[in-house]
T-cell receptor
Framework: SQQGEEDPQALSIQEGENATMNCSYK?????LQWYRQNSGRGLVHLIL?????REKHSGRLRVTLDTSKKSSSLLITASRAADTASYFC?????????????FGKGTKLTVNP | EADIYQTPRYLVIGTGKKITLECSQT?????MYWYQQDPGMELHLIHY???????EKGDLSSESTVSRIRTEHFPLTLESARPSHTSQYLC??????????????FGPGTRLTVL
């Protein structure tokens, strides 16, 4: 089963609207990260939120973390067509002394002009 | 843009060929990773390295092998490619904060098609 799962799987909105994506995870974490992937490209890091933080902002991005519910949300305000991409959450997994990032399946966001 | 490079970007080869996917980073990062990603799906970690002469297998069983002779270089080799190896391969690197996962920087990926 997935450590991190995004919801919804796909989201289509109009330019100027806000987009909210959610991520749920199963085990305790040190931090949670959000990444963006344009079609056929590598991932680009957006924001990292540590387990002792509840909210973080970066430009038009706002990330919240609720460790009691094991969930996070990514809000993109005033969306633009250029925000069209897949968005992944990633949680760290410290297992047997090795540290790994576990990625969800992503939310595919389409922003229509 | 991250200073991490992958070549080739696209590769179409026949079954049974040996291939090497190249990955280089100029950020001096100790940790490097290879992920496999099918279209529209999640990333699966197939190999990672803590530094020179360190290689570890990831979560997804893979018939590929890796080497880490230099800090900046982390090539992935398939001795005999098969159609089941068709996928996108993403290389990434990060600083090693000793037990805490830091930001990972990704290359543009290599899209491999095995006929």
């Amino acid at each position: 089963s997935q450590q991190g799962e995004e919801d919804p799987q796909a989201l289509s909105i109009q330019e100027g609207e806000n987009a909210t994506m959610n991520c749920s995870y199963k085990t305790s974490i040190n931090n949670l990260q959000w990444y963006r992937q344009n079609s056929g490209r590598g991932l680009v890091h957006l924001i990292l939120i540590r387990s002792n933080e509840r909210e973080k902002h970066s430009g038009r991005l706002r990330v919240t973390l609720d460790t009691s519910k094991k969930s996070s949300s990514l809000l993109i305000t005033a969306s633009r067509a250029a925000d069209t991409a897949s968005y992944f959450c990633a949680t760290d997994l410290n297992q047997g002394g090795s540290e790994k990032l576990v990625f969800g399946k992503g939310t595919k966001l389409t922003v229509n002009p | 843009e991250a200073d991490i490079y992958q070549t080739p970007r696209y590769l179409v080869i026949g079954t049974g060929k040996k291939i090497t996917l190249e990955c280089s980073q100029t950020m001096g990062h100790d940790k490097m990773y290879w992920y496999q990603q099918d279209p529209g799906m999640e990333l699966h970690l197939i190999h990672y390295s803590y530094g020179v002469n360190s290689t570890e297998k990831g979560d997804l069983s893979s018939e590929s092998t890796v080497s880490r002779i230099r800090t900046e270089h982390f090539p992935l080799t398939l001795e005999s490619a098969r159609p089941s190896h068709t996928s996108q391969y993403l290389c990434a690197s990060s600083e090693w904060a000793g037990g805490v996962i830091d930001t990972q920087y990704f290359g543009p990926g290599t899209r491999l098609t095995v006929l």
